[in-house]
């Protein structure tokens, strides 16, 4: 008894000190406050991240591209400064032709051919549509095949060739600008350019035979994702997406892509991307009028066409232009040649235009 007694005296905590806490086994430590901390880390360096990377700079232009754009010049089409090229050409000829590119790319679609058609013509003009190329890409704004139309027009006043006869070569995009323009002379509509011949390449002539690509369904209908989506586009995407429209042996070198894709991004072109597209809805709305205006015209018309072309492709899409279009000529590429014929084979397209054209 004794014992107990010493025991607990000994166990008595001394005066004026704290009483001893309980004694717990220590817990296995809980993972998640640090793996919460973790992501708010990765979360705060994602931003600046992210800011960087949404106002990257355009790249700079390649010798190509920046002569390209040297050799041309601007003019002013309401408030928008539009770059156009103006070659004089051959001697003795009084030809001229000008030429209308296709989306997402620029006037520089024609580089390979513009030699040989200067060979022939006595002048030889391209230009850039608003939102395209070296010319202005406004934002907000209601993008529009009546506009760039009406750009054109404007253009060839600018040039003093309102009265002259012009021979329109286009592709894809271009192609229903062209349509527009051949309405607008067939009812004489004032100002209008004087068509002399019309040459379409590739392009959605016929909104129940074109299938736009995926990404360009997303772009145009996206809404408030649709300018996000611009914002993310790089350039690997872009060529991947582009190289789906030209033939498995054709494709562009890694040095064309980077000038195409420069094109784009100069004056932050891929953010208007989304509006341009508009495009594709306002071909369904005005088909009658498009599509009218080549049934009833009288000018010499004129398709070369890659047939490996996903986005109007073969049989449909020739069948159905063969139909509606009987008094055309048509020149079919070869098979392997898609939806970029004057640059996957510069030779073939040139040939076959400058047939046509010397066949009237």
Known sequence: MGGLVGRARALQRPRGTAPLAAWNPPSAPTPEPRMKEWWIQVGLLSVPLLAVY?????????PALHSWRASGRYFTYKTQNIFYRDSSGALGSSDIVVLLHGFPTSSYDWYKIWEGLTQRFHRVIALDFVGFGFSDKPRPHRYSIFEQANIVEGLLGHLGLRNQRINLLSHDYGDTVAQELLHRYEHNQTGCVLINSLCLSNGGI??????????QKILKDGGLLSPIITRLMNYYFFSRGLGAVFGPYTQPSAAEYWDMWTAIRTNDGNLVVDSILQYINQRKKHRDRWVGALTSTSVPLHLIYGPLDPVNPYPEFLQLYRKVLPMSTVSVLDDHISH???LE????FLNAYLNFINSF
């Open 54 to 62: 949404l106002h990257i700079p355009p790249p700079k232009l390649s």
């Open 206 to 215: 016929f909104p129940e035979t074109h299938y736009p690509r995926f990404i």
């Open 345 to 348: 084979d510069p030779m073939g």
């Open 340 to 342: 970029y014929p004057q």
